[in-house]
């Protein structure tokens, strides 16, 4: 099926990309990024078409869409990744053993990455970016909401390949439907390793169904936790920001947990959200503190529903705690291994936050949408993990390489 001839040409690709200098490989991306900027109206165009079936009250409709804006910083992060260095070949250890071997550990791209997402087509740019500088091929499964913007931005991306003298197939992307994505999942004989991108949904899926190696990213459940001794002024602009920035990407607040001695201060600290127009479901004793001081027809009471739950809009939800034990046991059951943070002037509590909490990515004193790739200086991310083997929190050019051992002797043999 055809299918298969695309693993079969990724495969080669990337043999063929490992030999590739670096050099070559920037002034590329470089190009890449120009030719974004200069295509843009072309993919604005296909991207109209995708948001045409996508209603705006949907939570995928933000994530869906492209603006000048947008591709300017896409790129941007192109830019950035043309100029870091590729980690592929490095060598992590080197010594000499007693008998004269050279033993040394050098890090190796993957090979063929697949990379399954929903909506967002900019991650069709960065995962090209990311993978092409880290030497491996990518094989990609859009959603099908978004099948124009990511053709289009694929078109783009070839061209440049072919003006550069690189295989073009170092990037495919797949066809609409459920049988591609069964085929990926289990293409063990080309595929070196699965991201999905993505619903909690998508993601379990994949884990299920998948027979090649899997890295888990995107599901975001976020807390901020207002302790006894938090600033009021700093948790209102921290809760507004993290929930509101942009309500349809993973790092954005899910639930605002407060200690019930500050429960009097709730209304400050939710007092932005309210011009958002942010949805708040409250527990009862979070309720009755926002009643009559947060706007009614944005007020719900909560329901077990209400929590663990990836809003991914201007929904958010309030919990209030007796203790900092209730805090973290909360955000335990809930969390989602993602990004979580707490406000407090405690110095002794931080520390015990951050050394208590389990997630990717913990806060002190800060909003969680930095869990971003290029905000933590990797130039771009290709997903936000938040499984602890290989890679953990954003996933950028490090995380896109394995190792190897190159013994080098000189007719040694083991006795």
Known sequence: MESLTIYEKASKAHKELYLIDDKVISRMLTLLAMEAEMQAPYILSENVKDLALVPQSDPRYDRLKLTPERIKNIASDIRNVASLQSPAGKIISEYVKPNGLVIKRITVPFGVIGVIYESRPNVTFDVFSLCVKSRNAAILKGGSDAVNSNSAIVEVIKNVLRKSGINEHIISLLPPGREEILHLLNAREYVDLLIPRGSRELIDYVRANASVPVIETGAGICHSYFDESGDVEKGKAIIYNSKTRRVSVCNALDCLIIHESRLSDLPSLVKLCASAEVVIY??????????????????????????????????????????????????AKFGSKHSESIISEDESRLEDFCSQVDASAVYTNASTTFTDGAEFGLGAEIGISTQK???????????????????????????
């Open 282 to 331: 409250a527990d009862e004793k979070a309720y009755i503190s926002l009643h009559g001081k947060y706007p009614g027809e944005l007020l719900c009471r909560a329901t077990a529903e209400s929590f663990g739950t990836e809003f991914l809009s201007y929904k958010m939800a309030v919990k209030s705690v007796a203790s900092f034990s209730d805090a973290l046991d909360h955000i």
């Open 389 to 415: 083997l290989h890679a953990r929190g954003p996933m950028s050019l490090e995380a896109l390489t394995t190792y190897k051992w190159i013994i080098k002797g000189n007719g040694q043999i083991r006795p």
